[in-house]
């Protein structure tokens, strides 16, 4: 079983990075394994709006949002990182968000999925609120923790001397994998309705 965690921060190994490697300390720690994916140090442009992923399966755009899809779709579980940004995620997680649940969002269905943000003060609950957003209008379980998913800190050191931020940081962890376990071979309810003959989605 593997969980995919999506650094949607510039910095390859800053807070995020930091705060993420706790939670896949917690994921491997219970047999699940763990996989970091950088996103935020690309140009990832907005959605265009053109719905054209509903007819074509991918997005027009080609860079990461299509090169990472396949990953995130075959993996069991997903963690999304960002730092606070004007209280906010950051704007090229957004865009990314924006394109791979537009495009991918109905192969996500059913993944569970947690958030997790690292800030240097403020701003942290309203930039889970909207991180919650995805995984909610995706239809996929929400994997929380012991308490809010943020960490503080300006550098990785400041991060790791938040020792509550990464006790959240590992339970999400934790977590994750009590979850991906729980449900492995567990069919959906679109599963059920399938092999009741029943029509469509619920
Ligand atoms: C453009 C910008 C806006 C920021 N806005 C906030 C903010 O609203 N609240 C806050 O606490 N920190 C803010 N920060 C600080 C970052 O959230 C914080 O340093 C974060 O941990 C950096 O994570 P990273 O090293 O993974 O990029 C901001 C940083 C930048 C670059």
């Given amino acids: ?6 650094n949607g921060s510039p910095h390859p ?4 990075y930091t705060v993420l490697c706790e939670v896949a300390r917690g994921l491997s720690e219970s047999g699940v394994e763990a996989e970091i994916l950088q996103i935020g140090r690309e140009e990832i442009p907005g959605c265009k709006g053109c719905f054209a992923c509903r007819k074509i399966g991918r997005c027009v755009q080609e860079d990461i949002v299509n090169r990472t899809a396949q990953t995130i779709i075959e993996s069991d ?4 990182g960002s730092p606070v940004y004007f ?3 950051n704007g090229t997680l957004v865009s990314y968000l924006d394109r791979l649940y537009a495009a991918y969002g109905d192969y996500l269905k059913y993944k569970p999925c947690g958030c997790m943000v690292s800030a240097r003060r403020a701003g942290t609950t309203s930039a889970l609120e909207v991180l919650n957003k995805y995984p909610l209008v995706g239809e996929q379980p929400l994997v929380s923790s ?3 998913c943020m960490a503080f800190g300006n550098t990785p050191e400041e991060v790791r001397a938040d020792t509550e931020g990464m006790e959240i ?5 934790c977590k994750m994998a009590w979850m991906v376990k729980a ?6 309810p679109d599963d059920e309705r399938a092999q009741n003959g ?3 989605q619920i």
């Fill in 1 to 6: 079983m593997k969980v995919v965690l999506l």
């Fill in 198 to 200: 029943q029509n469509g």
């Fill in 77 to 80: 579980g997903m963690i999304i």
């Fill in 169 to 173: 940081a590992y339970n999400l962890g």
């Fill in 87 to 89: 209280s906010s995620p």
């Fill in 13 to 16: 190994k800053g807070c995020t």
């Fill in 146 to 148: 012991s308490y809010w």
């Fill in 183 to 188: 449900l492995h071979g567990v069919p959906t």
